[in-house]
């Protein structure tokens, strides 16, 4: 799902950028351009920021890291 129409930035975009390391809303836009334009996808891209971090945080329990 498009999450930022500006920039093309999808659902899955940004839980690639979690599992490369981004952690908060200024990581997303640096690496993906997120909150750069318009600014009207900010709400629903730290919602999913956050879901993509605990999804990481519960896989790395899985595998004991």
């Not at 930035?9 to 836009?29: K, N, P, S, Y």
């Amino acid at each position: 799902m498009y999450v930022c129409i500006c920039r093309q930035v999808t659902d899955r975009d940004i839980h690639e950028a979690v599992a490369q390391g981004a952690c908060r809303m200024r990581d997303l836009r640096t690496q993906l351009g997120v909150r750069a334009q318009c600014g009207k996808c900010a709400d629903r891209a730290h919602a999913v920021l956050k879901g993509a971090r605990e999804v990481c945080a519960n896989a790395a329990c899985r595998q004991g890291t």
